[in-house]
């Protein structure tokens, strides 16, 4: 289970890749990528691995926090951006994280630096906890993020009623709750290095929380990746359900178009019957409308074409041109 987390992040950094450049959508794509890093380099078997890479004494622990710490930075920047109508809210919010993320990377780095931690063990807070420097980074790290946390919880609260679309107002419940059970998630970490003083790592209690750790954090992050991708996902399923509504009525304007437009060549681009394949068409949408467009045309170059379209015929093409008109104003709808 310690891979999911990390590989639901990277797919989440592919999908969000053609906005990396943005400056509204780029924060989003970088909080995905710092957080993928983290959650990859705290793979036990990764983090052995990189260590050495990196001159051991677990500066790959150092590299990784930091990743975290800038992840969720950039992840409240993101919805605060998305959120936040306010312009001037909005500004002193993400001015007030930049100094927090300033300060909190700033004394991460320098108690880690203080510090001695020359075998590499990616249980920091248990190997070497018991050291100032150590306490430090441990600490200021965690109380950054517990704040990010709740903090990105509480502006999708306070802004999730104003929204209006349906799939925006999901999205950033299922956010906030993603973030509520990560931070669930680092007093579950908190907890445990009390109890591994106390009883040892060994202890039923202690092998219960490190479970709910990797269950919680599994399924933070794969609250928080579908809330990031519902807003795609729920266009992508318009558009599709458009496309189907599009070619079953290909399928019922091709008998109509056969019977009207196509003995008069002179006005239609295509000299053949349509088939029932026309189903499959690969534009689909633009078939129909050049089919509309030739009926119609046949209709007013030769009146006497109307009495061959009967009461259904003309309902299709009526509901064919409606379907077409309702996706051309939601194009220019912003």
């Not at 959120?83 to 002193?92: C, H, I, K, P």
């Not at 993603?178 to 445990?192: K, N």
Request: glycine share 6%.
């Amino acid at each position: 289970m310690e891979y999911v987390p990390a590989a639901t992040l990277w797919v989440l950094t592919i999908l969000r890749l053609p906005a990396a450049l943005d400056p509204h959508r780029g924060s989003v794509f970088r909080a995905t990528i710092l957080a993928a890093v983290a959650c990859t380099l705290y793979i036990p078997a990764v983090y052995y691995g990189v260590d050495p890479l990196l001159g051991g004494r677990n500066h790959v622990g150092l590299v990784t926090l930091l990743s975290l710490l800038l992840g969720f930075w950039q992840f409240r920047t993101a919805i605060l951006l998305a959120a936040v109508e306010d312009s001037e809210v909005r500004r002193r919010q993400l001015a007030f994280g930049r100094w927090a993320a300033v300060i909190s990377c700033s004394a991460v780095t320098a108690g880690f630096l203080t510090s001695r931690a020359d075998a590499t063990d990616p249980n920091l807070p248990l190997t070497y906890g018991d050291q100032p420097g150590m306490a430090v980074f441990l600490w200021s790290g965690s109380a950054f993020i517990m704040w990010i946390c709740l903090d990105i919880a509480r502006v999708c609260h306070d802004n999730v009623p104003s929204m209006r679309a349906r799939a925006f107002r999901s999205a950033f419940v299922l956010i906030a709750i993603g973030c509520v059970l990560f931070a669930l998630v680092l007093v579950d970490r908190l907890v445990y290095g009390v109890l591994t003083k106390i009883d040892g790592a060994a202890s039923p209690s202690a092998a219960v929380l490190t479970v709910l750790y990797w269950v919680g954090e599994t399924f933070a992050v794969l609250l928080v990746g579908l809330g990031l991708l519902l807003p795609r996902l729920e266009g992508q399923l318009k558009h599709g359900r458009f496309l189907l509504h599009v070619r079953l009525l290909l399928l019922e304007i091709g008998p109509i178009w056969n019977r009207v437009a196509f003995t008069h060549h002179d006005l239609i681009l295509e000299k053949r019957r349509a088939s029932a394949l026309i189903v499959l068409s690969r534009h689909a949408e633009t078939q129909l409308h050049r089919r509309l467009v030739e009926i119609r045309d046949c209709e007013m170059a030769s009146p006497t074409i109307d009495g061959r379209l009967d009461a259904h015929d003309r309902s299709v093409v009526e509901r064919a041109e409606l379907a077409l008109e309702r996706r051309s104003g939601a194009r220019l709808t912003p």
